[in-house]
């Protein structure tokens, strides 16, 4: 098995400095391999590497735990990216321009067109990430949410990131028109006509489509609903069965 | 302070079905809140109701857990919606439009805009939503995610619709898309049941439903087919008309 899933671009990588446990570390393997995200970096994990308590809240994302690498700085996780994006919840008193996941997730895929290697950095659960980490960011990123409540874990953090990310490579999925999930074959023109004269001529029958001035208008309304689901060619044989089941004289 | 909180546009009810964790209920309310949502539904949480472990998880979010209401049954829970969303990883056989949360953000915004309220289904952990739930929905909301790994929990599922839901209401125009068609109502979930409890007993009678072990297939697929012409309440009238009239002694 590949050791990287690239389906072109590489994702940026996931820099989680001081991270304190076990679990959010391998939360935030799942939440990669969500997002198609591979690289992660660790700078002094609080209760040492590797960590049991990871891999068993990574469940089937521990190939990224097992990648994933370990510094003792900062700056030597960073060392051979290009461009640094540092995810912060509060205002910050530095100036340094701030951006949202999907102006950001737009930003890393055309610097990996251009050959630049991006990362992401994460601070700790409980504090979120020194002034001296986000000084060496190009920019901060924020998630747009309810500002009366912006706390996010990890594991969330780099989730919307990566859902972003990932959407931008994808951007014709994103926009892809709603489709019908089973596999039917949606019912011709012709079959919904031939349901429509049916149903109509046994409701004329029953004296249901009176009086006769305003059939058209529900003959219309009638063809208009049972159109509007776009029913399969089997759904079409269902609606066939339930005129001819109601219709049916009835036992005694 | 944004344009949508002033306008008050409810955003969407999250309606956890067999929910098995306190701590992800409190998780959900988190996520919940994170996006302004508000509107929490339980159906049959497994461990009871209250939850300290919800209470314990929900930190800063218990207002959510507080007001949240608890029903013995989905079409109980969703009885008030007009427009409901099955969130769902996995593909089903059941015909019916999928749609990312994207997607569906920008329709939940529309549909508030002409007084719609919509609701979002979601399963149990272990195993989602059953096909009886999904068969209630009108559109499957599947998170575009690596395809080969694309399990996400119930919060992290929260968080992404909530997220895209929050965004598309500081988008300008976004509450200006599509609009119904007709000025009517369209009918809430309480009504369609009426409907189909009373056609289902209609087609008993005549031994439509028959053999009985592919009964439930039958009328989900029944159900599925009805539901997703998402017909007005006007609609629903006129197909009740349309089994009292077939269903009647016939003139000799």
Chains 1, 2 share one sequence.
């Not at 992660?40 to 891999?55: M, T, Y």
């Not at 901060?140 to 859902?163: C, E, I, K």
Request: charged fraction near 20%; aromatic fraction near 4%.
């Amino acid at each position: 098995m590949s050791q990287r899933q690239e389906a072109g671009a590489p994702g940026p990588a996931i820099v989680l400095i001081d991270p304190q446990l076990g679990e959010n570390i391998g939360m935030v393997a799942r939440a990669m391999l969500n997002c198609g995200l591979g690289d992660l970096r660790l700078v002094r994990p609080r209760d040492g590497w590797p960590s049991r308590q990871a891999e068993s809240a990574a469940s089937g994302a521990g190939d990224i735990l097992a990648r994933a690498r370990l510094f003792e700085t900062t700056g030597e996780a960073v060392a051979d990216l290009h461009r640094l994006y540092a995810m912060t919840a509060r205002p910050r008193g530095l100036t340094k321009p701030l951006a949202s996941p999907r102006q950001v997730a737009a930003e890393i895929h055309a610097g990996a067109g251009a050959g630049r290697a991006a990362g992401v950095l994460l601070g700790p659960e409980r504090s979120g990430l020194t002034n001296d980490d986000v000084a060496l960011a190009d920019v901060l990123v924020r998630v747009p949410l309810n500002p009366a409540f912006t706390s996010l874990n990890l594991a969330q953090a780099v989730l919307v990131l990566g859902y972003e990310w990932f959407l931008a490579g994808d951007a014709p999925g994103a926009a892809a028109a709603a489709k019908p999930t089973g596999g039917e074959r949606p019912a011709t023109k012709a079959e919904l006509m031939g349901f429509f004269v049916r149903l109509e001529a046994a409701l004329d029958q029953a004296g249901f489509l009176l009086p006769v001035e305003k059939r058209p208008t529900m003959v219309r309304n009638l063809r208009t609903l049972f159109a509007r689901g776009s029913p399969s060619e089997q759904e079409m044989r269902t609606l066939h069965g339930i005129v001819s089941a109601l219709t049916a004289r009835r036992k005694p």
